[in-house]
């Protein structure tokens, strides 16, 4: 029924995709098999974004219409192969350490994918320097289905970095909204980062603060789409580029170059199953060539 298991050379390892035609997105949606494949297909742009940084997962062992639900992995799993990288991290506030997944290579996405973990989550930092983050993130999220809105903030902020010093990117989140990222040196804390990202939040709300807010309760937003800075922060988690959502259709975020925003109609634009026209095109690139100083963006506010 779900097929025989299947094993894959992904670089230098083997790796096993066991009940590979399991269907993970409902009846008739995306397997397990076009999820291996669409991360081993994407696995040089996405893991050129991973690398070295604490990865959660979200894991769907029964597939997205279990009524259990998924749930989230964050400490490295006991069965993972020994070649799969970890990193040590502090826990929230100092004191004990836990032991983190990386994925610095091809076969680690591949082997997730056998587990059924549909969406990675990495930390805003890398090791060693997991205190200190290399990306600040504004995360746009509408409340309902109105992608121009969307778009429309996503130039406000961009227009705040700019005037900053700071770089900026842009990425559906493959659910309803917008990720813009600015690359940035790992000069700060994390706590100054999320403390920069709320400031760079509330100069783009206040741009247009009849369709903009930075509230953190829905009750008071009043239709207005949300700002939101709370994924900066120590140990914080933002969706990966080229990450596939627990969602029907298997939607995938989607790095983008600013031009072609403005043809984009949803954040659901792209899936497992159309993605192959640009699995191996990263408009980010050159992200990292383009990392600014926070310092100086913050002696500039």
Not at 39 to 45: L, Q, S
Request: charged residues 25%; glycine residues 10%; positive net charge.
């Amino acid at each position: 029924m779900n097929g025989e298991a299947l094993t894959w050379r992904v670089g230098r390892r083997r790796v096993r995709i066991g009940k590979p035609d399991k269907e993970l997105f409902g009846p008739g949606g995306a397997t397990k098999r076009e999820l291996a494949e669409h991360y081993r297909a994407v696995a040089g742009p996405m893991v050129r974004h991973l690398r070295g940084r604490p990865l959660a997962m979200q894991r769907y062992p029964h597939g997205i219409g279990d009524p259990e639900g998924g749930f989230y992995v964050k400490n490295r799993p006991l069965h993972a192969p020994a070649w799969a990288g970890s990193v040590r991290v502090p826990k929230d506030g100092g004191g004990t350490e836990t032991e983190m997944l990386v994925c610095d290579e091809a076969a680690t996405l591949v082997w997730l994918a056998d587990q059924a973990a549909i969406t990675l989550h990495p930390w805003l930092s890398r090791a060693p320097e997991v205190g200190s983050p290399d990306r600040l993130v504004i995360d746009l999220d509408p409340p309902g289905d109105d992608f121009t809105a969307v778009r429309r903030a996503a130039r406000d902020v961009r227009e705040v970095l700019d005037g900053l010093g700071l770089a900026a990117y842009a990425m559906t989140t493959g659910s309803r909204g917008l990720h813009v990222v600015a690359p940035i040196r790992p000069e700060i804390h994390a706590d100054q980062a999320r403390d920069l990202a709320h400031v760079i939040a509330e100069l783009a709300a206040r741009r247009r603060p009849d369709e903009l807010t930075t509230l953190l309760r829905k009750q008071r937003r009043g239709g207005r789409l949300f700002l939101d800075y709370l994924r900066n922060g120590y140990a914080q988690l933002a969706v990966a580029p080229y990450s596939v959502r627990a969602l029907p259709g298997a939607p995938v975020a989607t790095p983008l170059s600013w031009e072609e925003l403005e043809h984009v109609g949803s954040a659901q634009q792209w899936t497992v199953r159309t993605f192959a026209e640009r699995a191996h095109s990263d408009p980010w690139r050159d992200i990292g060539r383009h990392a600014r100083s926070p310092r100086r963006a913050i002696e500039r506010l």
